[in-house]
Structure formats: C-alpha cells, structure tokens
C-alpha cells in the first residue's frame, strides 16, 4: 500500500482564493465584456452608415433547375 504524505507547502485548492474574490473576478470580467461591447458597438453602427460599396446582387443559376436526383440503387 503507497503512503502519500504531501509536502508542508502544499495547501488545499480553496485556500488559494477566497471565494469573495473569486466571484468578484467574475463580475470585473462581465463588466470588461459589456464596456467593451458598448465602445464598439457605436462606431460599427457609423461605419455601416458610411460605407461606400454597394450590396451584391444574385441572380438563380438556371442550369440548375434541369437536374435531377439520381436513383438510390
């Protein structure tokens, strides 16, 4: 049978961070996201209204319309 002793510098994973901190971190990161997100969106919003090329335009191939499925065999 193995013993395993840990060192006396080994701690626990939940001593590392207060959990307090821990969800505090989270929060600064949703706030980071939605800052980040609210100084973007405004200058695409001008951009889109700037821009100077024109939208494609599509037309349907009509050789398409003369295929057929094959057999399943």
Excluded: C, Q
Excluded at 5 to 30: C, F, G
Excluded at 47 to 63: I, Q, R, V, W
Aim: hydrophobic share 35%.
């Amino acid at each position: 049978m193995n013993i395993i002793k840990k060192e006396s510098w080994i701690i626990n994973e939940n001593m590392v961070t207060d959990e307090i901190i821990y969800n505090d971190r989270r929060r600064l990161m949703k706030l980071a996201a939605i800052t980040g997100t609210g100084a973007i969106f405004p200058s695409s919003l001008e951009a889109a209204k700037t821009y100077p090329g024109e939208s494609l335009s599509f037309s349907e191939n009509a050789s398409y319309h003369k295929l057929s499925s094959t057999d399943y065999e």
